[in-house]
């Protein structure tokens, strides 16, 4: 598909495919969650150059802001608001085409349009979320999703 491609004539797949290697080496042995947090949205915006890319942890009943690539973003969000909270609340990925028709949008920052955030699960729980943000309209899908979920599956095993 012709919307696929991005820099270098990759397609979107290939790009995470290339990406996934080079994120195990980085996070393999390293048992310290919050690095590999930083190093995984490092390797994500480089890799994509979006806006912004980060997680945000469970914590007394909030979303805490954790390591992020980007411009500062909101520090702490409330369960089932925002994308971020409803992701939390419904412990399922949301893709949003264009943040402005999402209902409670909090727009950290004026430039995104489109939003993925993907749970972290751990014993059925939630424990925080992947968020990451794009200038573009509809910048993410399936294969987004179904990648991002399988990055979190590394990040846990560390």
């Known amino acids: 598909m012709a919307e696929d491609l991005?820099?270098?004539g990759e397609t979107k797949e290939e790009r995470y495919?290339?990406?996934?290697p080079q994120l195990k080496g980085l996070l393999e042995g390293e048992t310290d969650e919050v690095a590999n947090m930083a190093n995984m949205a490092a390797a994500l915006k480089e890799q994509f150059g979006w806006l912004w890319v980060g997680f945000?942890?469970?914590k007394n009943e909030e979303l805490v802001l954790g390591p992020f690539q980007g411009?500062?973003?909101c520090t702490r969000i409330r369960k089932g608001r925002g994308v971020c909270g409803a992701a939390w609340e419904k412990a399922q990925t949301l893709i949003v085409p264009d943040v402005e028709q999402f209902p409670g949008h909090i727009a950290c920052s004026s430039l995104s349009r489109s939003e993925i955030v993907v749970p972290i699960?751990?014993?059925?729980?939630?424990v925080g979320v992947l968020d990451a943000d794009s200038i573009a309209l509809s910048a993410f899908d399936e294969t987004d999703q179904r990648y991002?979920?399988?990055m979190l599956g590394v990040l846990g095993q560390g």
């Open 6 to 8: 991005l820099i270098g």
């Open 17 to 20: 495919n290339n990406l996934m």
């Open 56 to 58: 945000y942890i469970v």
């Open 71 to 73: 411009p500062v973003a």
């Open 121 to 126: 699960i751990r014993n059925g729980e939630v």
């Open 148 to 150: 991002l979920e399988e």
